[in-house]
Protein backbone atom coordinates (compact mmCIF):
# COMPACT_ATOMS: atom_id res chain seq x y z
CA UNK A 1 0.00 0.00 0.00
CA UNK A 2 1.40 3.42 -0.75
CA UNK A 3 0.49 5.90 1.84
CA UNK A 4 2.42 8.70 0.29
CA UNK A 5 -0.74 9.86 -1.72
CA UNK A 6 -3.79 11.41 -1.16
CA UNK A 7 -7.40 10.29 -2.86
CA UNK A 8 -9.42 12.58 -4.70
CA UNK A 9 -11.64 12.54 -7.17
CA UNK A 10 -10.99 8.89 -7.68
CA UNK A 11 -7.18 9.11 -8.23
CA UNK A 12 -4.38 8.74 -6.40
CA UNK A 13 -2.81 12.13 -6.26
CA UNK A 14 0.57 13.98 -4.17
CA UNK A 15 -0.42 16.49 -1.66
CA UNK A 16 0.18 20.05 -2.56
CA UNK A 17 2.66 21.21 0.17
CA UNK A 18 4.88 17.94 -0.62
CA UNK A 19 5.86 17.57 2.87
CA UNK A 20 4.78 14.60 5.32
CA UNK A 21 3.42 13.07 8.78
CA UNK A 22 5.27 10.54 10.03
CA UNK A 23 3.54 7.53 11.71
CA UNK A 24 5.22 6.02 15.11
CA UNK A 25 5.05 2.52 16.09
CA UNK A 26 3.89 2.87 20.01
CA UNK A 27 5.12 -0.61 20.85
CA UNK A 28 8.42 0.22 19.22
CA UNK A 29 8.68 4.24 19.34
CA UNK A 30 10.04 3.11 15.36
CA UNK A 31 8.71 5.41 12.40
CA UNK A 32 7.78 3.18 9.73
CA UNK A 33 5.38 5.18 7.77
CA UNK A 34 4.75 8.27 6.53
CA UNK A 35 1.37 10.33 4.88
CA UNK A 36 0.55 13.85 2.69
CA UNK A 37 0.64 16.64 5.41
CA UNK A 38 -2.91 17.72 3.72
CA UNK A 39 -3.38 21.50 3.27
CA UNK A 40 -6.46 23.87 1.93
CA UNK A 41 -5.68 23.37 -1.39
CA UNK A 42 -5.81 19.41 -1.03
CA UNK A 43 -9.42 20.43 1.00
CA UNK A 44 -10.43 22.47 -2.35
CA UNK A 45 -9.68 19.73 -4.48
CA UNK A 46 -11.71 17.08 -2.61
CA UNK A 47 -14.62 19.47 -1.75
CA UNK A 48 -15.17 20.23 -5.47
CA UNK A 49 -14.85 16.37 -6.44
CA UNK A 50 -17.79 15.58 -4.19
CA UNK A 51 -19.84 18.49 -4.75
CA UNK A 52 -19.77 17.56 -8.13
CA UNK A 53 -20.36 13.77 -7.79
CA UNK A 54 -22.71 14.85 -5.76
CA UNK A 55 -25.63 15.10 -7.95
CA UNK A 56 -25.40 11.97 -9.79
CA UNK A 57 -24.81 9.90 -6.25
CA UNK A 58 -28.12 11.27 -4.40
CA UNK A 59 -29.91 10.78 -7.88
CA UNK A 60 -29.07 7.17 -7.36
CA UNK A 61 -31.45 4.41 -6.37
CA UNK A 62 -30.62 3.06 -3.00
CA UNK A 63 -30.56 -0.31 -4.35
CA UNK A 64 -27.85 0.62 -6.50
CA UNK A 65 -26.12 2.10 -3.58
CA UNK A 66 -26.64 -0.79 -1.96
CA UNK A 67 -25.35 -3.22 -4.22
CA UNK A 68 -21.48 -1.21 -4.45
CA UNK A 69 -21.59 -1.38 -0.74
CA UNK A 70 -22.00 -4.96 -0.99
CA UNK A 71 -19.18 -5.13 -3.15
CA UNK A 72 -17.25 -2.35 -1.02
CA UNK A 73 -17.92 -5.23 1.76
CA UNK A 74 -16.58 -8.01 0.29
CA UNK A 75 -13.42 -6.28 -0.21
CA UNK A 76 -13.35 -4.71 3.17
CA UNK A 77 -13.74 -8.43 4.77
CA UNK A 78 -10.46 -9.64 2.46
CA UNK A 79 -8.44 -7.13 4.05
CA UNK A 80 -8.65 -8.44 7.54
CA UNK A 81 -5.14 -9.76 7.88
CA UNK A 82 -3.65 -6.10 6.45
CA UNK A 83 -6.26 -4.80 8.84
CA UNK A 84 -5.25 -5.71 11.80
CA UNK A 85 -1.57 -5.53 10.98
CA UNK A 86 -1.48 -2.16 10.32
CA UNK A 87 -3.98 -1.15 13.44
CA UNK A 88 -1.10 -2.81 15.15
CA UNK A 89 1.10 -1.33 13.94
CA UNK A 90 0.05 2.06 13.88
CA UNK A 91 -2.19 1.85 17.70
CA UNK A 92 -0.09 -0.31 19.48
CA UNK A 93 -3.63 -2.47 20.49
CA UNK A 94 -3.59 -5.71 21.78
CA UNK A 95 -4.11 -8.68 18.62
CA UNK A 96 -6.68 -10.77 20.40
CA UNK A 97 -8.71 -6.45 20.99
CA UNK A 98 -7.84 -5.69 17.81
CA UNK A 99 -8.96 -8.56 15.56
CA UNK A 100 -12.28 -8.40 17.05
CA UNK A 101 -12.82 -5.22 17.89
CA UNK A 102 -10.58 -2.83 16.12
CA UNK A 103 -11.44 -5.52 12.93
CA UNK A 104 -13.65 -7.84 12.92
CA UNK A 105 -16.60 -5.45 14.47
CA UNK A 106 -17.03 -3.15 11.78
CA UNK A 107 -17.71 -5.34 9.13
CA UNK A 108 -20.48 -6.29 11.67
CA UNK A 109 -21.28 -2.54 11.79
CA UNK A 110 -21.15 -2.28 7.86
CA UNK A 111 -23.65 -5.15 7.51
CA UNK A 112 -25.95 -3.54 9.99
CA UNK A 113 -26.34 -0.36 7.91
CA UNK A 114 -26.55 -1.79 4.77
CA UNK A 115 -29.34 -3.94 6.27
CA UNK A 116 -30.91 -1.37 8.35
CA UNK A 117 -30.84 1.36 4.71
CA UNK A 118 -34.02 0.48 3.04
CA UNK A 119 -36.05 0.82 6.48
CA UNK A 120 -34.81 4.67 6.80
CA UNK A 121 -38.26 6.68 6.96
CA UNK A 122 -37.43 8.91 3.98
CA UNK A 123 -40.66 9.76 2.85
CA UNK A 124 -43.77 10.11 5.72
CA UNK A 125 -47.38 11.15 4.72
CA UNK A 126 -49.13 13.44 7.15
CA UNK A 127 -52.32 14.87 7.05
CA UNK A 128 -52.10 17.83 4.05
CA UNK A 129 -48.03 17.24 3.18
CA UNK A 130 -45.65 14.88 2.58
CA UNK A 131 -41.80 15.14 4.49
CA UNK A 132 -39.12 13.71 2.36
CA UNK A 133 -35.61 13.06 3.57
CA UNK A 134 -32.69 13.82 1.61
CA UNK A 135 -28.91 13.76 1.80
CA UNK A 136 -27.42 16.68 3.67
CA UNK A 137 -24.78 16.91 0.76
CA UNK A 138 -20.86 16.73 1.06
CA UNK A 139 -20.01 15.44 4.54
CA UNK A 140 -16.60 16.36 6.07
CA UNK A 141 -15.69 13.58 8.49
CA UNK A 142 -13.06 13.90 10.86
CA UNK A 143 -12.10 11.16 12.84
CA UNK A 144 -9.94 10.20 16.11
CA UNK A 145 -6.72 7.62 16.70
CA UNK A 146 -8.25 5.46 19.09
CA UNK A 147 -10.88 3.36 17.09
CA UNK A 148 -9.15 3.70 13.48
CA UNK A 149 -11.07 1.39 11.49
CA UNK A 150 -14.70 1.72 13.81
CA UNK A 151 -15.00 5.81 13.73
CA UNK A 152 -14.65 5.81 10.55
CA UNK A 153 -17.08 3.03 9.87
CA UNK A 154 -19.61 4.76 11.58
CA UNK A 155 -19.55 8.10 9.61
CA UNK A 156 -18.98 7.28 6.07
CA UNK A 157 -21.38 4.11 5.84
CA UNK A 158 -24.45 5.54 6.22
CA UNK A 159 -23.38 9.27 5.04
CA UNK A 160 -22.53 7.51 2.08
CA UNK A 161 -25.49 5.21 1.97
CA UNK A 162 -28.14 7.91 2.55
CA UNK A 163 -26.51 9.56 -0.68
CA UNK A 164 -24.09 11.86 0.34
CA UNK A 165 -20.39 12.01 -0.70
CA UNK A 166 -17.86 12.20 1.85
CA UNK A 167 -14.49 13.86 2.58
CA UNK A 168 -12.21 11.57 5.01
CA UNK A 169 -9.87 13.22 7.48
CA UNK A 170 -8.51 10.47 9.86
CA UNK A 171 -6.32 11.09 12.78
CA UNK A 172 -2.40 12.34 11.94
CA UNK A 173 -1.41 9.48 14.44
CA UNK A 174 -3.75 6.44 12.90
CA UNK A 175 -4.27 7.86 9.48
CA UNK A 176 -3.06 3.67 7.51
CA UNK A 177 -6.19 1.78 7.83
CA UNK A 178 -8.06 4.55 6.19
CA UNK A 179 -5.75 3.47 2.93
CA UNK A 180 -7.49 -0.13 2.80
CA UNK A 181 -11.20 1.65 3.11
CA UNK A 182 -10.12 4.25 0.08
CA UNK A 183 -8.56 1.03 -2.34
CA UNK A 184 -11.77 -0.85 -1.34
CA UNK A 185 -13.91 2.02 -1.96
CA UNK A 186 -11.97 2.21 -5.50
CA UNK A 187 -11.90 -1.45 -6.11
CA UNK A 188 -15.70 -1.45 -5.38
CA UNK A 189 -16.21 0.87 -8.51
CA UNK A 190 -17.82 3.75 -6.34
CA UNK A 191 -18.15 7.02 -8.76
CA UNK A 192 -15.43 8.89 -9.01
CA UNK A 193 -15.60 12.10 -6.28
CA UNK A 194 -18.23 9.90 -3.87
CA UNK A 195 -15.30 9.05 -1.11
CA UNK A 196 -12.17 11.22 -0.91
CA UNK A 197 -9.24 10.81 1.53
CA UNK A 198 -7.28 13.92 3.09
CA UNK A 199 -4.71 13.17 5.35
CA UNK A 200 -2.72 15.74 7.63
CA UNK A 201 -3.25 17.95 11.01
CA UNK A 202 -6.85 18.86 12.32
CA UNK A 203 -5.62 22.58 12.81
CA UNK A 204 -4.96 22.68 8.67
CA UNK A 205 -7.06 19.87 7.16
CA UNK A 206 -10.13 19.70 9.86
CA UNK A 207 -10.03 24.01 9.78
CA UNK A 208 -10.39 23.96 6.45
CA UNK A 209 -12.92 21.28 6.14
CA UNK A 210 -14.83 23.20 8.48
CA UNK A 211 -15.11 26.33 7.06
CA UNK A 212 -14.96 24.99 2.69
CA UNK A 213 -17.94 26.61 1.38
CA UNK A 214 -18.87 23.34 -0.51
CA UNK A 215 -18.55 20.86 2.25
CA UNK A 216 -22.06 20.90 3.71
CA UNK A 217 -21.94 19.03 7.42
CA UNK A 218 -19.13 18.25 9.77
CA UNK A 219 -19.27 14.99 11.44
CA UNK A 220 -16.51 15.18 13.93
CA UNK A 221 -15.64 12.46 17.00
CA UNK A 222 -13.16 13.77 19.32
CA UNK A 223 -11.88 15.43 22.82
CA UNK A 224 -14.67 17.81 23.77
CA UNK A 225 -12.76 20.80 23.42
CA UNK A 226 -11.62 19.65 19.86
CA UNK A 227 -15.42 19.69 19.26
CA UNK A 228 -16.34 22.78 20.29
CA UNK A 229 -13.92 24.64 18.14
CA UNK A 230 -14.74 22.65 15.29
CA UNK A 231 -18.37 23.06 15.95
CA UNK A 232 -17.80 27.17 16.34
CA UNK A 233 -15.76 27.13 12.96
CA UNK A 234 -18.47 24.91 10.99
CA UNK A 235 -21.99 27.61 12.33
CA UNK A 236 -19.97 30.25 10.79
CA UNK A 237 -21.43 29.31 7.74
CA UNK A 238 -24.49 27.14 9.14
CA UNK A 239 -23.25 23.46 8.45
CA UNK A 240 -25.06 20.53 9.88
CA UNK A 241 -22.70 19.48 12.90
CA UNK A 242 -22.80 16.31 14.62
CA UNK A 243 -20.33 15.89 17.15
CA UNK A 244 -19.34 12.70 19.20
CA UNK A 245 -16.89 14.10 22.09
CA UNK A 246 -15.38 13.17 25.53
CA UNK A 247 -17.03 10.58 28.82
CA UNK A 248 -16.16 10.20 31.76
CA UNK A 249 -18.68 7.05 32.47
CA UNK A 250 -20.21 6.05 35.88
CA UNK A 251 -20.70 2.35 36.47
CA UNK A 252 -22.68 1.33 39.27
CA UNK A 253 -22.51 -1.84 40.88
CA UNK A 254 -25.61 -2.32 43.53
CA UNK A 255 -25.12 -4.86 46.33
CA UNK A 256 -25.09 -8.43 46.18
CA UNK A 257 -25.77 -10.68 48.27
CA UNK A 258 -23.46 -12.99 47.35
CA UNK A 259 -20.37 -10.58 47.91
CA UNK A 260 -19.33 -11.62 44.65
CA UNK A 261 -18.61 -9.15 42.07
CA UNK A 262 -16.36 -10.99 39.82
CA UNK A 263 -18.97 -10.41 36.61
CA UNK A 264 -19.16 -6.93 37.25
CA UNK A 265 -15.67 -6.08 37.89
CA UNK A 266 -15.00 -7.96 34.53
CA UNK A 267 -17.22 -5.40 32.55
CA UNK A 268 -15.81 -2.93 34.03
CA UNK A 269 -11.96 -4.10 33.41
CA UNK A 270 -12.61 -4.60 29.95
CA UNK A 271 -14.23 -1.20 29.52
CA UNK A 272 -11.75 0.72 31.27
CA UNK A 273 -8.60 -1.26 30.91
CA UNK A 274 -9.02 -2.88 26.91
CA UNK A 275 -7.50 -0.36 23.93
CA UNK A 276 -5.43 0.85 27.00
CA UNK A 277 -8.73 3.02 28.31
CA UNK A 278 -8.71 5.24 25.02
CA UNK A 279 -12.17 4.71 24.66
CA UNK A 280 -14.55 7.37 24.73
CA UNK A 281 -17.36 5.26 26.80
CA UNK A 282 -15.14 3.40 29.30
CA UNK A 283 -16.21 3.01 32.68
CA UNK A 284 -13.77 5.24 33.75
CA UNK A 285 -15.48 5.82 37.54
CA UNK A 286 -16.53 2.35 39.35
CA UNK A 287 -19.02 3.47 42.02
CA UNK A 288 -19.35 0.50 44.41
CA UNK A 289 -21.55 -0.13 48.01
CA UNK A 290 -20.13 1.97 51.12
CA UNK A 291 -20.06 -1.09 53.16
CA UNK A 292 -18.95 -3.67 50.23
CA UNK A 293 -16.25 -1.35 49.15
CA UNK A 294 -13.21 -3.34 51.39
CA UNK A 295 -14.97 -6.69 49.47
CA UNK A 296 -14.74 -4.95 46.32
CA UNK A 297 -11.12 -3.27 46.66
CA UNK A 298 -9.78 -7.12 46.99
CA UNK A 299 -11.45 -8.51 44.05
CA UNK A 300 -10.46 -5.84 42.05
CA UNK A 301 -6.75 -6.64 42.72
CA UNK A 302 -7.00 -10.36 42.14
CA UNK A 303 -8.98 -9.79 38.75
CA UNK A 304 -6.62 -6.86 37.89
CA UNK A 305 -3.66 -9.75 37.49
CA UNK A 306 -5.19 -11.07 34.35
CA UNK A 307 -4.91 -8.00 32.32
CA UNK A 308 -1.53 -8.22 30.68
CA UNK A 309 0.42 -5.87 29.47
CA UNK A 310 3.35 -6.23 27.11
CA UNK A 311 3.47 -6.50 23.19
CA UNK A 312 0.41 -6.00 21.26
CA UNK A 313 1.70 -9.14 18.72
CA UNK A 314 1.59 -11.19 21.13
CA UNK A 315 -2.19 -13.25 21.05
CA UNK A 316 -2.34 -13.51 24.90
CA UNK A 317 -1.58 -9.99 25.91
CA UNK A 318 -4.70 -7.52 26.76
CA UNK A 319 -2.75 -4.73 27.24
CA UNK A 320 -0.08 -3.04 24.94
CA UNK A 321 0.97 1.04 24.54
CA UNK A 322 -0.63 3.93 24.74
CA UNK A 323 -0.56 5.99 21.30
CA UNK A 324 1.69 8.11 21.55
CA UNK A 325 4.37 10.27 23.98
CA UNK A 326 1.64 12.95 24.63
CA UNK A 327 -0.74 10.57 25.91
CA UNK A 328 1.90 8.68 28.16
CA UNK A 329 2.80 12.23 29.77
CA UNK A 330 -0.79 13.30 29.87
CA UNK A 331 -2.34 10.35 31.56
CA UNK A 332 1.44 9.76 33.73
CA UNK A 333 0.19 13.57 35.00
CA UNK A 334 -3.47 12.68 36.19
CA UNK A 335 -1.52 9.79 37.87
CA UNK A 336 0.33 11.87 40.02
CA UNK A 337 -2.66 14.57 40.21
CA UNK A 338 -4.78 11.54 41.67
CA UNK A 339 -1.78 10.81 44.30
CA UNK A 340 -1.70 14.55 45.07
CA UNK A 341 -4.99 15.03 45.54
CA UNK A 342 -5.01 12.12 48.21
CA UNK A 343 -6.51 9.25 46.11
CA UNK A 344 -5.22 5.98 47.43
CA UNK A 345 -3.34 4.04 44.86
CA UNK A 346 -5.02 0.44 45.23
CA UNK A 347 -2.96 -1.07 42.23
CA UNK A 348 -0.33 0.37 39.52
CA UNK A 349 1.24 3.74 39.80
CA UNK A 350 3.18 5.91 37.77
CA UNK A 351 4.52 3.74 34.79
CA UNK A 352 8.31 3.32 34.14
CA UNK A 353 10.52 5.24 31.35
CA UNK A 354 8.80 5.13 27.89
CA UNK A 355 12.33 4.59 26.13
CA UNK A 356 11.19 0.78 24.76
CA UNK A 357 7.52 1.71 24.25
CA UNK A 358 4.29 3.92 26.05
CA UNK A 359 3.79 0.93 28.24
CA UNK A 360 1.24 2.01 31.34
CA UNK A 361 -0.38 -0.60 33.89
CA UNK A 362 -3.87 -0.57 34.74
CA UNK A 363 -4.44 1.89 37.68
CA UNK A 364 -6.70 1.89 40.18
CA UNK A 365 -7.47 4.66 42.64
CA UNK A 366 -9.77 3.90 45.74
CA UNK A 367 -11.37 6.31 48.17
CA UNK A 368 -11.76 9.06 45.52
CA UNK A 369 -13.83 11.91 46.29
CA UNK A 370 -16.30 12.62 42.92
CA UNK A 371 -15.19 16.57 42.96
CA UNK A 372 -11.06 15.64 42.38
CA UNK A 373 -9.73 15.94 38.93
CA UNK A 374 -9.06 12.70 38.48
CA UNK A 375 -12.42 11.98 38.71
CA UNK A 376 -14.09 14.66 36.47
CA UNK A 377 -11.61 14.93 34.01
CA UNK A 378 -11.32 12.20 30.93
CA UNK A 379 -7.90 10.94 31.35
CA UNK A 380 -8.38 8.40 28.73
CA UNK A 381 -6.25 5.92 29.80
CA UNK A 382 -5.83 2.73 31.80
CA UNK A 383 -6.77 4.28 35.38
CA UNK A 384 -9.87 3.47 37.27
CA UNK A 385 -11.41 5.35 40.09
CA UNK A 386 -13.41 3.68 42.74
CA UNK A 387 -15.88 5.76 44.43
CA UNK A 388 -18.48 4.48 47.11
CA UNK A 389 -21.70 5.51 47.60
CA UNK A 390 -24.17 5.66 50.23
CA UNK A 391 -27.19 4.63 48.38
CA UNK A 392 -29.03 4.32 45.50
CA UNK A 393 -30.17 8.50 45.24
CA UNK A 394 -26.30 8.73 46.33
CA UNK A 395 -25.33 6.84 43.58
CA UNK A 396 -27.02 8.58 41.10
CA UNK A 397 -26.08 12.20 42.48
CA UNK A 398 -22.59 11.02 41.78
CA UNK A 399 -23.02 9.53 38.35
CA UNK A 400 -24.08 12.80 37.25
CA UNK A 401 -22.07 14.62 38.62
CA UNK A 402 -19.81 15.35 35.69
CA UNK A 403 -20.33 17.74 32.56
CA UNK A 404 -20.00 14.62 30.79
CA UNK A 405 -23.25 12.37 30.10
CA UNK A 406 -21.98 9.46 26.95
CA UNK A 407 -21.81 5.99 28.71
CA UNK A 408 -22.99 4.44 31.73
CA UNK A 409 -23.87 0.66 33.52
CA UNK A 410 -25.79 -0.52 36.36
CA UNK A 411 -25.28 -4.41 37.19
CA UNK A 412 -27.28 -5.42 39.98
CA UNK A 413 -31.05 -6.82 39.97
CA UNK A 414 -32.55 -6.21 36.83
CA UNK A 415 -35.38 -3.86 37.56
CA UNK A 416 -33.77 -2.11 40.29
CA UNK A 417 -31.07 -1.53 37.86
CA UNK A 418 -33.32 -0.21 34.94
CA UNK A 419 -34.94 1.77 37.55
CA UNK A 420 -31.58 3.50 38.17
CA UNK A 421 -30.26 3.79 34.62
CA UNK A 422 -33.60 5.82 34.07
CA UNK A 423 -32.30 8.25 36.34
CA UNK A 424 -28.32 8.61 34.61
CA UNK A 425 -27.88 11.02 32.18
CA UNK A 426 -26.27 9.48 29.86
CA UNK A 427 -26.94 8.63 26.43
CA UNK A 428 -26.24 4.75 26.58
CA UNK A 429 -27.11 2.93 29.74
CA UNK A 430 -25.99 -1.03 30.04
CA UNK A 431 -27.92 -2.93 31.97
CA UNK A 432 -25.69 -6.49 34.13
CA UNK A 433 -24.20 -8.64 31.18
CA UNK A 434 -26.25 -6.58 27.92
CA UNK A 435 -24.09 -6.70 24.46
CA UNK A 436 -24.03 -3.99 22.05
CA UNK A 437 -26.48 -3.62 19.97
CA UNK A 438 -25.23 -2.10 16.29
CA UNK A 439 -29.27 -0.72 16.00
CA UNK A 440 -29.28 1.23 18.94
CA UNK A 441 -28.53 5.60 18.77
CA UNK A 442 -24.91 5.91 19.82
CA UNK A 443 -24.46 9.75 21.71
CA UNK A 444 -24.36 11.66 24.35
CA UNK A 445 -25.81 14.41 26.73
CA UNK A 446 -24.33 17.15 28.43
CA UNK A 447 -20.68 17.98 26.97
CA UNK A 448 -20.75 14.60 25.51
CA UNK A 449 -22.24 15.52 22.10
CA UNK A 450 -24.49 16.69 19.63
CA UNK A 451 -26.50 14.17 17.43
CA UNK A 452 -26.41 10.49 17.56
CA UNK A 453 -24.50 7.31 15.46
CA UNK A 454 -25.55 3.77 14.73
CA UNK A 455 -28.64 2.25 13.24
CA UNK A 456 -31.76 4.10 11.54
CA UNK A 457 -30.93 7.03 14.32
CA UNK A 458 -27.28 7.27 12.65
CA UNK A 459 -28.33 7.26 9.05
CA UNK A 460 -30.87 9.82 10.06
CA UNK A 461 -28.14 12.45 10.71
CA UNK A 462 -27.23 12.64 7.30
CA UNK A 463 -30.51 13.51 5.77
CA UNK A 464 -32.56 16.70 5.84
CA UNK A 465 -35.99 17.33 5.33
CA UNK A 466 -38.17 18.65 3.09
CA UNK A 467 -42.13 19.41 3.46
CA UNK A 468 -44.34 19.22 0.30
CA UNK A 469 -48.21 20.93 1.00
CA UNK A 470 -49.83 18.47 -1.34
CA UNK A 471 -53.69 18.39 0.04
CA UNK A 472 -54.87 19.05 -4.16
CA UNK A 473 -57.23 21.41 -2.89
Not at 176 to 204: C, H, I, M, Q, W
Not at 298 to 318: M, R
Not at 403 to 431: C, D, M, S, T
Request: charged share 20%; hydrophobic share 35%.
Amino acid sequence: MDFEKLYIDGQWVPGASGQFIEVENPAERRIFARVPRGNAEDVDKAAKAAHKALPAWSALPLAQRIALMEKFLTIFKSQEDDLIDITIKELGSPYSFTKSSQVEYQYVRTRSYIDLAPKVPMVEKMACSTTYREPVGVIGCITPWNYPLGQVIQKIIPALLMGNTVILKPSQHTPLSSYYLADAFEKADFPKGVFNLVTGRGGEVGDALSSHPLVDMISFTGSTSGGITVGKRALESVKHISLELGGKSPYVILPAASHDYTDPIHICFNSIFLNSGQTCTAFSRLLVPENEKETIEKQLVKIAAEYTVGDPTDHTVKLGPVSSLQQYKKISEYIQKGMDEGARLLLGGLPQSPDKGYYIAPTIFTDVKNDMTIAQDEIFGPVLCVIPYKDEDDAVRIANDVRYGLNAGVFGPKEKAIALAHRIQAGNVYINASPRDTEAPFGGYKESGLGREGGIYGMIEFTQQKALFDSGK
